[in-house]
């Protein structure tokens, strides 16, 4: 697939010598045209740098950004297809949802009637087009992103940038908006690159998800594949939550700390590190056959599942979630003694 976006080994450093910062640090990564990609990490990891580099609001220390096959390291915001929405909505409270849309258009010099088609058009697809004679004041805050997008999209934009825009929602209109994103980016086929920190946000709507920290890109992948197969603890930690175990190989047999020998992926020779996640734990009765020995030490209800926190006879700390039945009482409670086993493939063997 052609690629909407290239970023070779960008580097940038904010101050000099000793004091300066490597905000990126030698970041290489392809963006396909009419993808929904995602940039997820942590606070300070370099998403938002990026975003930026790509969006000619900085300049990279190092290396290269095409657009489209073109270079435009160097290239000015306003001569880029680029468009990005912000965490701030940034609406004139003295103009109309119409004429907000429209602004973008207007400082391009395009002609009335071309406008007043683009407005119409975007605000049809983002489902506002009953608003467009209200004031930001009259808006929900959902109501108002959905603003942002349409301004942001009435250019037509090659590429869309989007920082963090639903950090401000409330969870159940965050959620709304995320299907409203996914939606909007299938029908206009624009490649979208959206930040966050949010891994549900990530997983829900992606087509591929970068993770990133300390300015370096670790994984890039399907949603499936990064929170399945993570190439580290850090990605491991990061997308959801993991239980750790510590591990030996001997290049053939994996076995845990107590040398209970577990179907895990080949591993070399040595101390290793296993992965599983909560789901895929099994609570079984207390001596099932193959099963591990483990004491309940806390369950904490959900809602929709429960979370029993468990301890392996050598202490180990495991977490294990399973549906919440009909009566919210799984029928576990702390001192209970269990069996413990892995579902069929859950084991990952990570790299530090």
């Given at each position: 697939m052609t690629a909407a976006i290239e970023a070779r080994g960008l580097v940038k450093a904010f101050g000099?010598?000793?004091?300066?910062?490597?905000?990126?640090?030698?970041?290489?990564?392809?963006?396909?045209?009419?993808?929904?990609?995602?940039?997820?990490?942590?606070s300070g990891c370099g998403k938002t740098t990026l975003l930026r580099l790509i969006a000619g609001f900085e300049m990279p220390t190092g290396g290269a950004i095409l657009l489209d096959g073109q270079e435009v390291t160097d290239t000015p915001p306003n001569r880029r297809r680029v468009n990005t929405v912000?965490?701030?909505?940034?609406?004139?409270?003295?103009?109309?949802?119409?004429?907000?849309?429209?602004?973008?258009?207007?400082?391009l010099g395009r002609p009335k009637a071309e406008i007043a088609g683009a407005v119409a058009r975007v605000l049809k697809l983002?489902?506002?087009?009953s608003f467009a004679t209200r004031r930001p004041a009259q808006l929900s805050g959902g109501q108002q992103q959905r603003v942002a997008l349409a301004r942001?999209?009435?250019?037509?934009?090659?590429v869309l940038l989007l920082d963090e825009p639903l950090s401000a929602l409330d969870l159940k209109l965050r959620k709304e908006m995320q299907r409203e994103l996914?939606?909007?980016?299938?029908?206009?086929?624009?490649?979208?690159?959206?930040?966050?920190?949010?891994?549900?946000?990530?997983?829900?709507?992606?087509?591929?998800?970068?993770?990133m920290s300390a300015g370096r890109l670790l994984q890039v992948g399907p949603p499936r594949e990064i929170y399945n197969h993570p190439v580290n603890r850090f990605v491991a930690d990061f997308i959801g939550e993991t239980n750790v175990l510590p591990a030996t190989s001997d290049g053939a047999v994996t076995r845990l700390a107590d040398g209970t020998p577990v179907a895990a992926p080949p591993a070399p020779?040595?101390?290793?590190?296993?992965?599983?996640?909560?789901?895929?734990?099994?609570?079984?009765?207390?001596?099932?056959?193959?099963?591990?020995?483990?004491?309940?030490?806390?369950?904490v209800y959900f809602?929709?599942?429960?979370?029993?926190?468990?301890?392996?006879?050598?202490?180990?700390?495991?977490?294990?979630?399973?549906?919440?039945?009909?009566?919210?009482?799984?029928?576990?409670?702390?001192?209970?003694?269990?069996?413990?086993?892995?579902?069929?493939?859950?084991?990952?063997?990570?790299?530090?």
């Open positions: 000099s010598g000793d004091v300066a910062v490597r905000a990126l640090d030698e970041v290489s990564v392809t963006i396909r045209k009419g993808e929904f990609f995602t940039l997820l990490g942590p912000f965490q701030s909505y940034a609406l004139f409270p003295h103009m109309t949802v119409a004429e907000n849309v429209g602004f973008g258009l207007k400082m983002v489902r506002l087009d942001a999209l009435a250019p037509e934009p090659k996914k939606r909007l980016q299938t029908e206009t086929g624009i490649t979208f690159v959206f930040v966050t920190h949010d891994q549900e946000e990530a997983l829900t709507m992606s087509d591929r998800i970068g993770v020779a040595g101390p290793v590190t296993l992965a599983v996640r909560p789901e895929q734990l099994r609570i079984l009765p207390a001596g099932s056959p193959g099963a591990l020995a483990a004491t309940v030490t806390e369950t809602g929709t599942d429960t979370q029993c926190h468990l301890a392996l006879a050598d202490g180990t700390p495991l977490v294990a979630r399973l549906q919440s039945p009909p009566s919210g009482d799984t029928g576990l409670a702390p001192g209970d003694a269990v069996g413990l086993a892995f579902a069929e493939g859950a084991l990952q063997v990570l790299a530090e």
